[in-house]
């Protein structure tokens, strides 16, 4: 985790609003039972500022969405903007995605999110990089089997990396075809991070898997 400067107004609202939009381990186990309404659950995994997680929760009502974010400043954005909104299909966590997944009952999970995660590009901290073989073994079982995972770096040695696991892995398909990279879907919303990418000129390279059935 990155250290990060946090403001009074977020500092209350990880004081005041996690106990209302927030979740714990513990209740990952009954997940269903966090949301008002019943409906598809989908996880966004390091969701930074939270600005594709808050667009995709108030495009689609119906929906019910997770996200973790370790990071403090923008974990007290995520519930701040909750609160303003009144989104009741939103529950955010600073926990780490690892024991998230493995807390989470078996196929709870419609889809999960992983956008412009860092992406350690010096060699001796590639093993920081969220995403690797073993990572996938734990998203699998999470996932339902017509499930899907979506992943998007500027950074094209890491994007290789995760396109590779998934082409030789037998758990996985490669929903655009073997080796290919996916379009860009169309309700991501443009965050800071992709900006950020267009300005300095960075293709950016979209995964979508889904598991094998």
């Not at 094209?156 to 590779?164: L, P």
Request: overall charge neutral; glycine content about 6%.
């Amino acid at each position: 985790m990155r250290a990060g400067r946090t403001t009074a107004a977020q500092l209350k609202a990880l004081g005041e609003f996690q106990s209302l939009y927030g979740f714990n381990l513990e209740e990952i186990e009954t997940v269903n039972d966090l949301f008002a309404l019943a409906g598809s659950l989908h996880l966004e995994i390091g969701f930074g500022n939270s600005e594709n997680i808050i667009h995709m929760a108030r495009c689609h009502p119906n929906n019910n969405y997770l996200g973790c974010e370790v990071h403090p400043p923008g974990l007290a954005r995520a519930l701040l903007a909750i609160d303003k909104l009144s989104l009741p299909n939103v529950r955010v966590a600073g926990v780490d995605a690892i024991d998230l997944l493995t807390s989470i009952a078996p196929e709870a999970l419609d889809s999960v999110y992983i956008y412009f995660p860092d992406p350690w590009p010096k060699k001796r901290h590639n093993k920081r990089r969220l995403v690797n073989e073993n990572f996938l073994s734990l998203l699998y079982p999470a996932l339902k089997k017509s499930g899907i995972f979506r992943f998007a770096s500027d950074d094209a040695v890491y994007a290789e990396m995760v396109k590779d696991l998934i082409s030789n892995s037998t758990d996985w398909t490669n929903l655009a075809g073997e080796r290919k990279w996916s379009p860009r879907p169309n309700d991501r919303v443009l965050t800071r991070f992709e900006k950020r990418a267009g300005i300095l000129k960075n293709k950016i390279f979209e995964i979508t898997a889904s598991p094998c059935l």
